[in-house]
């Protein structure tokens, strides 16, 4: 009786585990690929530096931000001085230290920035295991930087400032110009990665892209509440716009959302989910190249079903056959549409170490549906 009763123990605990590991299996599937290169590790905390090699895309490999020299800063401040930035607030971190930095928080903050913070090269901001705000004050700007990462907050109700000094990265007082009130601002920056942040309700753009930005990838963020998303080059006549490259793979857009997803330059749009727009889910001008694969496109019950826009210079609709708009294997969902235009390749010029597997549109959900800052905690045992 005693060898039954543990033979049936035996049984019940192996079909437990076989269950989890199913379970484990199953969840792992549900991610996409950057998720998986780290989500996975129960102790991403002890490694936090693992998250650099997860980047795919134009803007992979992202192995600058981390190696020889790494100092590891922690935000334990939530005040801001633009002029004197003190030890311990995220400024003097991501403006002030030199050299390569890796930027996390002591616990949740609102950090209400006085000016536009000036992020320096190699430097990450990680969000990670803290519900961390950027709002109600200046946003994220980066200028004339390389080899930057963005990852796990929130950027909200930015708001237009006025004229006035900051200290810039050199450690010299500069006067900056009036900001529109953008939520992170890329001008004439290259190999940057903003990742698995939440952005809404600012006065201007949630992310612009502009003056000769490169090598871009934005990753698993969550847009909504917004009349202008994202913006990819400066304007018509700025002609060095032409040449960036953006890759905006796994992110959700909406509810909410209007304009300006993308415009410019060679965009590859990759399994995004696209849930609704007032005028257009992906607008562009200027003959840019847009690549849209294995994303999926929800029309708004009622609402506008075109999924595209094309403005020539002056805003002035066009219909150019010579614009290469590639819908592939996407999906459309109540009535939603993609006019295509063009002929001839439009295969992104991914290097080795930049390609990654794209799944198909019916996986959207699954792997969109952990946008935006997570949740996750190391000090309470929350996995991400």
Not at 27 to 46: G, L
Request: proline share 4%; aromatic share 8%.
């Amino acid at each position: 009786m005693a060898s039954t009763s543990f033979s049936a123990k035996k049984s019940i605990l192996l079909s437990f585990l076989v269950l989890v590991f199913i379970c484990n299996a199953c969840a792992a599937r549900r991610m996409n690929v950057v998720d998986r290169c780290w989500r996975r590790d129960r102790h991403w905390a002890a490694d936090r530096q693992r998250l650099a090699r997860c980047a795919v895309g134009f803007a992979a490999p992202m192995h600058h931000n981390v190696g020889r020299g790494l100092r590891r800063y922690t935000v334990t401040d939530s005040s801001d001085d633009p002029v004197r930035p003190r030890p311990g607030t995220l400024r003097y971190g991501a403006t002030v230290l030199p050299g390569k930095v890796w930027i996390t928080f002591q616990g949740s903050m609102q950090i209400k920035l006085v000016r536009p913070l000036l992020v320096k090269n190699f430097t990450t901001i990680d969000g990670r295991g803290a519900d961390v705000h950027v709002a109600y004050g200046a946003g994220i700007l980066l200028y004339q930087v390389s080899n930057v990462i963005i990852h796990g907050i929130q950027v909200h109700h930015i708001r237009a400032q006025a004229a006035g000094q900051v200290m810039d990265p050199l450690g010299e007082l500069i006067e900056m110009v009036a900001e529109d009130g953008d939520a992170i601002r890329l001008v004439s920056s290259s190999e940057v990665w903003i990742d698995h942040n939440t952005l809404y309700s600012c006065e201007d753009g949630l992310l612009d892209v502009t003056l000769g930005s490169n090598a871009v990838t934005v990753s698993n963020n969550w847009f909504r509440e917004h009349d202008k998303v994202m913006l990819l080059g400066h304007n018509d006549d700025f002609v060095q716009d032409k040449t960036m490259h953006v890759t905006v793979a796994f992110n959700r857009f909406g509810p909410n959302c209007n304009q300006r997803m993308p415009r410019y330059g060679y965009a590859h749009l990759v399994n995004n989910l696209y849930d609704g727009w007032l005028e257009y889910a992906v607008g562009g001008s200027t003959h840019p190249i847009i690549l849209s694969q294995g994303n999926l496109y929800v029309a708004s019950p009622g609402g506008n079903k075109k999924a595209t826009l094309r403005m020539d210079a002056g805003g002035v609709r066009a219909m150019s056959a010579s614009w290469k708009w590639r819908s592939v294997n996407d999906a459309f969902v109540n009535g939603a549409f993609f006019r295509q235009t063009g002929t001839g390749p439009v295969r992104p010029p991914y290097g080795r170490k930049q390609k990654f597997r794209v799944a198909r549109a019916e996986a959207v959900r699954d792997l969109t549906r952990h946008a935006g800052a997570l949740g996750c905690s190391a000090a309470t045992g929350v996995r991400c």
